[in-house]
T-cell receptor, first 112, second 113 residues
Framework: SQKIEQNSEALNIQEGKTATLTCNYTNYSPAYLQWYRQDPGRGPVFLLLIRENEKEKRKERLKVTFDTTLKQSLFHITASQPADSATYLCALAKAAGNKLTFGGGTRVLVKP | KAGVTQTPRYLIKTRGQQVTLSCSPISGHRSVSWYQQTPGQGLQFLFEYFSETQRNKGNFPGRFSGRQFSNSRSEMNVSTLELGDSALYLC????????????FGPGTRLTVT
């Protein structure tokens, strides 16, 4: 069956450092991979989308890589700030339709 | 533009009852998807509607149903509520030409007692 794994342990990181999160998947051939941020009590907020034929995408302090051979995506937050503290979710989608399959999320805590 | 709105925000129901949740997408968005979020199972896809038609469906029992109106507003219904249906129900909308960037509402917190 399809499986998407994110590190369930919280990531504690010092302000200014780079946070790196991992998303691994099995039994899936996604056309797209997305990252979302979710704060407590709120809905997820879209951050970045990367297609299967793209290796890397950047947006401000965020960077995503996508390796379809390793079936893995890495999500980096550079120069992290306490305001970056949240849960980050990866989600995969096939080419047709809007059915997103989410990983369990990784909580990030940036300490000043 | 106003974001995705969901009503009600909080709901308490008793086992066996039914519930209807409402979602208003961002203006111009024609695709509406529904998700269930629980601590144990995470975010799980329920169904997606586009132009009043169900386009995708997740692995949930038939007690979960939905519909979309001509103005793209959507409702989901859960009949014969079970304790395990307690969850945060999230609605997301997206544009026709950017289908994979989804905009989520704040959710409806449903508690079944």
């Amino acid at each position: 069956s399809q499986k998407i794994e994110q590190n369930s342990e919280a990531l504690n990181i010092q302000e200014g450092k780079t946070a790196t999160l991992t998303c691994n998947y099995t039994n899936y051939s996604p056309a797209y991979l997305q990252w979302y941020r979710q704060d407590p009590g709120r809905g997820p907020v879209f951050l970045l989308l990367i297609r299967e034929n793209e290796k890397e995408k950047r947006k401000e302090r965020l960077k995503v890589t996508f390796d379809t051979t390793l079936k893995q995506s890495l999500f980096h937050i550079t120069a992290s700030q306490p305001a970056d503290s949240a849960t980050y979710l990866c989600a995969l989608a096939k080419a047709a339709g809007n059915k997103l399959t989410f990983g369990g999320g990784t909580r990030v805590l940036v300490k000043p | 533009k106003a974001g995705v709105t969901q009503t009600p925000r909080y709901l308490i129901k008793t086992r066996g009852q039914q519930v209807t949740l409402s979602c208003s997408p961002i203006s111009g968005h024609r695709s509406v998807s529904w998700y269930q979020q629980t601590p144990g199972q995470g975010l799980q896809f329920l169904f997606e509607y586009f132009s009043e038609t169900q386009r995708n469906k997740g692995n949930f029992p038939g007690r979960f149903s939905g519909r979309q109106f001509s103005n793209s507003r959507s409702e989901m219904n859960v009949s014969t509520l079970e304790l395990g249906d307690s969850a945060l129900y999230l609605c997301a909308s997206s544009l026709l030409d950017s289908p994979y960037e989804q905009y989520f509402g704040p959710g409806t917190r449903l508690t079944v007692t």
